[in-house]
């Protein structure tokens, strides 16, 4: 299994920053602070609910079909993680601003 970046830091939980990136093919790093992607912060069952959805064209009833839940379940699903993805960029851009 392919390792996955953590948001959370293991020890306080606060959110963690990339600090510098490298190239694999000529070993060029970029040295500094750097917010990671929103993606990065969800779960990996909600990314891939993201990514069905994106590969579904947002086609709630195929998904619903796929997944072999009802509509509203998964409609609840998608406005539960709605919910998460604002709360989460309503927290990163308050510590943009701090």
Same mark, same amino acid.
């Given at each position: 299994?392919?390792a996955k970046i953590p948001g959370k830091c /293991?020890?306080?939980?606060?959110?963690?920053?990339?600090?510098?990136?490298?190239? !694999?093919?000529?070993?060029?790093?970029?040295?500094?602070?750097?917010?990671? /992607?929103?993606?990065?912060?969800?779960? /990996?069952d909600e990314q891939a609910f993201i990514l069905?959805?994106?590969?579904? !064209?947002?086609?709630l009833n195929t998904m619903a079909k796929q997944?072999?839940?009802?509509? /509203?379940?998964?409609?609840?699903?998608?406005?539960?993680?709605?919910?998460?993805?604002?709360?989460?960029?309503?927290?990163?851009? !308050?510590?943009?601003? !701090?």
């Amino acid at each position: 299994m392919k390792a996955k970046i953590p948001g959370k830091c /293991p020890s306080c939980e606060n959110t963690l920053l990339v600090t510098e990136l490298e190239c !694999s093919a000529c070993d060029t790093r970029v040295n500094g602070k750097y917010s990671m /992607p929103l993606f990065n912060y969800l779960l /990996p069952d909600e990314q891939a609910f993201i990514l069905d959805f994106f590969k579904e !064209s947002g086609k709630l009833n195929t998904m619903a079909k796929q997944h072999k839940v009802s509509y /509203p379940t998964l409609r609840n699903k998608l406005d539960d993680l709605i919910n998460k993805v604002k709360a989460l960029e309503k927290a990163m851009n !308050s510590d943009d601003e !701090s």
